[in-house]
């Protein structure tokens, strides 16, 4: 199994072993581009973490929502249109 590079941006932590197991076990459930894409936004998620002094262990839905609000502000990405727009 390939290493993620996603742990590779994130610095070491008393939880890192728990870290390094939640990261194997979520993009273990992709293949192909899908990883290679999933393990570029947990990526960018892990950096973003530990420019905010958060633990991403411990993130809270108020944190996720910064997140996503950082994602649209600053990387100016797009909101997702997968969960509305087709009516049928």
């Avoid at 894409?37 to 002094?53: C, E, G, I, P, Y």
């Avoid at 262990?57 to 087709?86: F, H, K, M, N």
């Amino acid at each position: 199994m390939t290493t993620s590079t996603a742990l590779q941006s994130y610095p070491t932590s008393s939880d890192s072993h728990l870290l390094t197991a939640a990261v194997a076990a979520y993009l273990g459930r992709y293949r192909g581009q899908s990883r290679i894409h999933t393990d570029s936004d947990l990526k960018v998620f892990l950096r973003w973490s530990a420019n905010q002094a958060l633990d991403p262990l411990r993130a809270a839905r108020t944190d996720i929502e910064r997140y996503v609000r950082w994602l649209q502000d600053v990387r100016l990405y797009q909101p997702s249109t997968g969960s509305g727009g087709c009516p049928w």
